[in-house]
């Protein structure tokens, strides 16, 4: 007599508790501990788990007090996977937040509040953990971003004056605010090119109708050093563009907030619809939400996750260290130009870097068959999802990417802390690499919100990399990018594949810009039947006129670009190096190809 073998189910739901068994009756409480009972299964080798092991999570938000941490000892094999999944007809939230309740209408008048704005703000509780105050940049009213106190409203912003940086100090025209000088934690994010900056401003001197501000460090002296990108001066297209933020003076508007240290209250003025009796309010808390890390000689492997929210993330460097980023939103650790230019691999370089990178909502490194299907990741303050390193053989299907403060997905290795940013990365160990990623039929959209300078999708030294059929809207700056290094050199990079993606709607704010972008080289590659179009109109431009659907920069060599539909061949090859090919791109491509692209029937529902 032979029986069924079945996979090992064990069931999550908010009402039940860990120490049940799992099951639909009798349900666990968290995800870790399901996934430390699935991990006692294997070690025990249950015949339960055969064709494998599925933790089903029940409706409900599942507020996490540390990252979920997936480590090899979860592994599970070919025939017997590990899969954490919804339940059917569920939409389980993962969260990184925390709830803000205790809400009410402030009576009292409130010192620095603007005179607008008295009577109508609301104030709460700010949480604190172990007697400290808990610190955040994001705040959530009913799963819409709030606007963090600025002093330009909208899309508003002024003009700096000058920028000085012998004495890495900058004038600008002094706010009609009072008081706004006094302001403890000021912030001013700066509009530079193709990125932004973020400097906390450590003091400020006032002279008639202009200030001078000077910043905290480390990112002052970054700030000044580095030139690229540096601050715009230009008579004729305007100089770079800035607000300040982070000043209770600033609150002059339905939808702002702010945090009162000393007072330890968050004050918020409510939206029209919004009835903060019942406002469902999240501050962010966790950096990362979920984390799947092995290491290069024991990975994590076929472990899963499937119809799962990712939501709320923090990131507070740019609060600890201010945020002067390269590109991408990689930000400098330090840089300078060179007084005699020239490295070893490119005698005309002119400066050095070396970078960090920001964390991801979801983060991954040393794995080997994972995947994300049908997941949606929103509400993160830095990166959404991110393949680190060491990965290969890894699959993102069908997930949806809305409300990211950086970019939505990210992949490989771009430079590590003390590896300098402009060298070409070839490892001798290849497992260090991202490779055979596929990212297919997702849709991104509202990403890069705050850091403008990240991109929809970003992938540094990849190799087999399988970007198809994704759509990609409302962004900042570029759409898909890949490559990293700005050399003709060969390099880790090889083999990958751009197709029948579209990419519209983009570089609301920066230009320099590319719906495709590559840096480097990468033999073997292929970029193919994209469609790109809607190139918007950056308030802020450095350059107007420098805007491109299809950006090949320093270094992209080795690159076929074959049937490409772009509103017009308005292309960027920029210090390439040889071997590229260019075949039928432009407005004459078959509408049979032109058609194609972007998400395929069986996952355009997502966008809803």
Request: proline residues 6%.
């Amino acid at each position: 007599m032979s029986l069924a073998v079945q996979a090992a189910d064990i069931c999550v739901a908010p009402g039940g508790t860990d120490t049940n068994p799992g099951t639909k009756e009798k349900p666990m409480a968290t995800v870790a501990m399901a996934l430390r009972k699935a991990r006692e299964l294997r070690r025990l080798k249950d015949p339960a788990i055969a064709k494998g092991i599925h933790i089903i999570i029940e409706n409900g938000v599942y507020a996490f007090d540390e990252p979920l941490f997936v480590r090899p000892e979860d592994s599970g094999t070919p025939e017997s996977p590990t899969v954490i999944e919804a339940a059917p007809g569920a939409k389980p939230v993962f969260s990184g937040g925390l709830s803000i309740k205790g809400w009410r209408k402030a009576t009292e008048k409130i010192p620095g509040l603007p005179a607008v704005a008295q009577g109508k703000v609301w104030v709460a509780d700010a949480p604190v953990e172990a007697g400290r105050l808990l610190d955040f940049r994001q705040l959530w009213v009913n799963d819409q971003k709030a606007i963090r106190a600025r002093d330009r409203n909208a899309d508003s912003m002024n003009r700096i004056l000058s920028w000085n940086h012998e004495t890495e100090q900058c004038w600008i025209p002094k706010p009609k605010t009072a008081g706004w000088e006094k302001a403890a934690g000021l912030e001013m994010v700066i509009h530079q090119w193709w990125a932004i900056a973020i400097l906390r401003i450590k003091s400020v001197t006032v002279k008639g109708d202009s200030a001078l501000l000077s910043f905290c460090q480390p990112e002052n002296r970054i700030q000044s050093e580095h030139p690229w990108p540096a601050p715009w001066i230009s008579q004729k297209t305007g100089n770079s563009a800035f607000f300040l933020t982070n000043d209770i003076g600033f609150l002059d508007e339905p939808g702002e907030w702010y945090l009162d240290v000393k007072k330890q209250q968050i004050i918020y003025w409510p939206r029209n619809n919004e009835n903060m009796s019942t406002a469902q309010v999240v501050a962010p808390y966790l950096q990362t939400i979920a984390r799947v890390e092995g290491t290069i000689d024991n990975p994590v492997s076929h472990v899963y996750f499937k119809g799962i929210d990712f939501k709320y993330s923090t990131w507070l460097r740019p609060s600890q260290a201010g945020h002067v980023p390269l590109q991408a939103g990689m930000f400098l650790l330090d840089a300078y130009k060179l007084k005699i230019p020239g490295t070893p691999d490119k005698k005309g370089l002119e400066n050095q870097g070396w970078i960090g990178r920001q964390p991801g909502g979801v983060e991954l490194l040393f794995v080997n068959n994972t995947g994300f299907e049908r997941c949606n990741f929103s509400h993160m303050a830095a990166t959404g999802l991110d393949y680190i390193k060491g990965t290969q053989y890894d699959t993102i299907v069908g997930c949806t990417f809305r409300d990211i403060a950086g970019t939505a997905i990210q992949a490989g290795i771009f430079s590590d802390p003390g590896f300098e940013t402009h060298l070409p990365y070839a490892p001798a160990d290849a497992r260090e690499l991202c490779r055979k990623l596929t990212i297919s039929n997702c849709f991104i959209t509202n990403c890069a919100n705050e850091d403008w300078g990240c991109v929809g999708i970003s992938a540094g030294y990849v190799q087999n990399i399988n970007i198809d059929h994704n759509e990609l809207s409302d962004l900042p700056y570029s759409g898909i990018c890949v490559g990293w290094g700005w050399t003709k050199t060969i390099n880790a990079m090889k083999d990958n594949r751009i197709h029948a993606n579209l990419v519209h709607h983009y570089a609301k704010q920066m230009y320099d810009v590319g719906g495709l972008y590559t840096l480097s080289a990468m033999p073997g590659s292929v970029i193919s039947e994209n469609v790109v179009h809607t190139i918007l109109k950056a308030p802020y431009a450095h350059d107007p006129n420098h805007f491109f659907y299809i950006y090949l920069d320093e270094g992209s060599s080795y690159i076929q670009l074959k049937d490409n539909w772009t509103e017009q061949e308005k292309y960027m090859k920029n210090s390439n190096g040889p071997g590229n090919t260019w075949e039928n791109n432009g407005p004459n491509v078959a509408d049979s190809i032109k058609n194609k692209a972007g998400l395929e029937e069986a996952y355009k529902a997502i966008k809803n």
